[in-house]
């Protein structure tokens, strides 16, 4: 099984996610390319449970741990957006500057 | 770390064998802590309590006589002996022990603490009612209670040492309860001082008695003694003599007792618990438990014992005669009985002594407790103010009468079997004239015995106001301590039931000592014929040819009144020839010394030293010091002003530096593996 495709696959996904968390400004996208990466690293779950044939299933269980979080991340995540937003009028990263010392 | 370990007395083995009390003797510990406890949470619960901390106090006191009375039938069942040590550290090869000694003396004494001690408690409750620091009182009375036992509970003659001093503390809080009063005050102190003085003694006998004996275990020593140690019989005789004169404190044996009737000071229930049951049987207790020792290598101190002893009964009992004061006659008569306690010990008759101990306890108390009834109702201690009281108090008169005969020494009272074993042990060693005060004593008991119920309940009423019997919870401590008080003396009859011999026999070593089979004829005769001469003789003097008022009058003709009076000018000797010889020359020349050398020498230190520590304030403090500190400060608040910029705030910024911080890690372990 030749799992270097997938892997390469894997850390385009991650490093788009990097780029996006980086560069973006608006943070519903910045919340968006967290998942990404997550996935990213569900992917490698998934492969190397494969690749190791555990009959465990220890890598997809894993994954399905990461996505419930995920999911619960970003629900609390679009809930601070919002409140955010809803008092700054703007979803701006660089206008949030509440942790500024 | 805390080691417990009991030593069944297995250097006994000669001996009869006795059961180790189980379960009950390992736990005996509590009623020795509980006081404690129970004083504590007197403290900082009382005040909230319905009854002022009261309840906690009798409640603990109640579970104190319930644990005695259980040990008690178990002793008198099987026997009981044994020790239980912790140690908590030591000193070269001593070891420094605390414990608890359950034998048959300290299971007797625990019970008449528990039995006195709960009469008092009740009978308190009502009687300080109303009175300034009522939760404070009964702090120090449970705490009275718990010293006491700390004292009869302890293997170790150290912590018998802190039961002493304890005892002596209490008893000085409680003696000046009223200290508003200079006079009351002065008595604590006096009550103080004086224990503090025989305490001397006892602290250099203990000290004496551990360096020879390696061991402050008493059972150890005592072990030793009677088995030819040669260090401690070497020094026997000073160290008996030594503890005898820190007993001579605490039991208030002439010349020692000056403190005991100014101790009146305090609150009724206060001189019925010291003179009953704690305090001034310690030195009884003390002499009891060092017994075999007195016995056998320190028998010539006995002497001194036993005249001391003589001694006090008599003129502690002569000067009773004097007092006008109810309370007083109490005290010197309390002082007379342990006189005769002591006398007891003192020619060898163990059981007899700690009889008189256990049947003057509570009768004493009855006594104390019904004076404090007179004197609540009638708001004075002055008998002269008294008088035909035995219509309107009833209960407390009955009660009185009792006491008065059981402490005269008329059967079957519980005071004619102990009076009576103490005679038939002083004429059996061969002490004759001793024998003789012994049974002059018994006439004078009776005499003033009988003056004080005939000046306090007959005749006419001399006081003001209308004096009414006191409340229900007052008289049932009187009712039962005079059932004890009929009672208490069948516990040791000759020829028929000798239970008590048993019961204070059951000890690690055992008790050699006269024991009378049956009756001392004669002794019972004499003592009994001058019991009743002194009660008719009262009678004749005060009632029959006069009354309360002329009575005085007639035996104030005697010359050795204004001696009696004056307490044979003991207080003015100690007054004039310690207090003021210090007062005056020593105090002087101390004083010119003071301000002439020590105040210049001082001064001068004084200013040398002001002036070092000017030049090291501003050169050391301020320069370095000070310095110091201000400058670490400072580069604190900058560095941190500058190393805060990093936190922008800004997410994205946190999240590159993060990032490139994980790159660099990953390239650095790359090009290291």
């Not at chain 2, 030591?90 to 603490?113: P, R």
């Not at chain 2, 604590?188 to 402050?216: H, P, W, Y």
Request: proline share 3%; hydrophobic share 55%; glycine share 10%.
């Amino acid at each position: 099984m030749n799992i270097i495709p997938i892997l390469i696959t894997a850390a385009a996904l991650f490093s788009i996610g990097i780029y996006g968390i980086l560069v973006r400004r608006n943070s519903v996208m910045v919340l968006l390319s967290i998942e990404l990466m997550l996935n990213a690293v569900n992917i490698n779950f998934v492969l190397f449970n494969a690749f190791l044939r555990d009959v465990l299933l220890q890598g997809q269980i894993f994954s399905i741990f990461i996505i419930t979080v995920a999911a619960a991340e970003v629900g609390i995540g679009l809930a601070i957006v919002l409140m955010i937003f809803r008092n700054r009028q703007t979803a701006n990263l660089n206008d949030f500057d509440l942790l500024k010392w | 770390m805390v080691n417990i370990h009991t030593i069944l007395p297995v250097f006994l083995a000669d001996e009869k064998s006795f059961g180790d009390g189980g379960v009950l003797a390992e736990y005996a510990w509590l009623i020795v802590v509980l006081p404690f406890i129970a004083a504590l949470a007197i403290t900082f619960l009382g005040k909230k309590m319905p009854y002022g901390g009261a309840e906690i106090a009798v409640a603990s006191i109640l579970f104190i006589f319930i644990y005695s009375f259980a040990l008690l039938i178990l002793n008198i069942s099987k026997g009981v002996v044994n020790e239980f040590y912790v140690q908590i550290g030591s000193i070269g090869a001593l070891d420094l022990e605390f414990g608890w000694v359950v034998d048959g003396l300290s299971i007797m004494m625990f019970f008449v603490i528990g039995a006195v001690s709960l009469m008092v408690f009740i009978y308190a409750v009502e009687y300080m009612k109303g009175e300034i620091r009522y939760t404070f009182f009964f702090t120090s009375l449970t705490l009275f209670a718990g010293s006491m036992l700390v004292l009869v509970s302890s293997p170790t003659l150290l912590q018998l040492l802190v039961g002493w001093e304890l005892v002596g503390v209490c008893s000085y809080l409680l003696i000046g309860h009223y200290w508003e009063e200079k006079k009351n005050s002065s008595a604590a102190i006096k009550a103080f001082i004086t224990n503090k003085v025989a305490d001397v003694g006892l602290m250099i006998g203990i000290i004496m008695l551990a360096l020879s004996a390696g061991t402050f275990r008493i059972s150890d020593i005592l072990y030793k003694a009677t088995h030819g140690h040669e260090s401690i019989s070497k020094i026997a005789v000073v160290a008996g003599i030594l503890l005898f004169i820190g007993a001579m404190g605490k039991s208030a044996q002439f010349p020692l007792h000056v403190w005991l009737p100014d101790a009146m000071a305090g609150p009724t229930p206060v001189s019925a618990l010291m003179h009953a049951a704690t305090m001034v049987t310690a030195g009884v207790y003390l002499l009891a438990r060092m017994f075999p020792f007195y016995e056998g290598v320190a028998a010539p101190a006995k002497e001194l014992v036993l005249l001391v002893g003589v001694l006090t009964l008599f003129f502690g009992g002569c000067l009773a005669i004097v007092q006008d004061d109810l309370k007083k006659v109490l005290a010197y008569s309390t002082v007379s009985q342990l006189g005769y306690m002591i006398t007891a010990l003192g020619a060898g008759a163990y059981t007899a002594g700690l009889m008189h101990l256990w049947t003057h306890a509570f009768f004493k108390a009855l006594l104390f407790l019904g004076a404090g009834s007179v004197i609540h109702a009638v708001g004075t201690n002055n008998m002269s103010e008294m008088g035909g009281l035995k219509d309107v108090m009833p209960k407390t008169f009955k009660t009185f009468i009792i006491g008065t005969v059981a402490l005269s020494g008329l059967p079957p009272l519980a005071g004619f079997f102990s009076k009576d074993e103490i005679l038939a042990s002083l004429s059996h060693e061969g002490y004759a004239g001793y024998f003789i005060v012994a049974v002059i004593g018994a006439f004078i008991t009776a005499f003033y015995m009988t003056r004080a119920v005939v000046k306090t309940f007959f005749g006419e009423y001399r006081g003001e106001g209308h004096p009414h019997e006191s409340e229900q919870l007052m008289t049932i401590p009187l009712v039962v301590l005079s059932v004890m008080a009929v009672v208490a003396g069948w516990v040791n009859i000759p020829g028929i039931y000798t239970g008590f011999t048993s019961w204070v026999g059951t000890r690690g070593i055992a008790i050699k000592e006269y024991h009378p089979d049956s009756f001392d004829l004669t002794a019972m005769s004499l003592g009994l014929l001058s019991a009743v001469t002194g009660i008719l003789a009262a009678y004749f003097i005060y009632i029959k040819f006069g009354n309360a008022e002329t009575g005085d009058e007639k035996i104030r003709l005697q010359p050795v009144w204004k001696i009696l009076e004056n307490k044979y000018y003991l207080d003015d000797l100690y007054i004039k020839g310690i207090v003021d010889p210090l007062k005056t020359q020593v105090a002087r020349k101390v004083d010119k010394f003071n301000s002439k050398v020590l105040d210049r020498f001082i001064n001068t230190v004084g200013l040398a030293t002001a002036f070092l520590g000017k030049i090291v304030y501003s050169n050391f403090d301020q320069g370095g010091i000070d310095k110091l500190v201000n400058s670490v400060s400072v580069g604190t608040d900058n560095a941190g002003g500058k190393v805060k910029l990093i936190q922008s705030g800004r997410v994205q910024q946190y999240l590159t530096l993060f990032l490139s911080g994980v790159l660099l890690i990953s390239i650095i372990i790359f090009v290291l593996y």
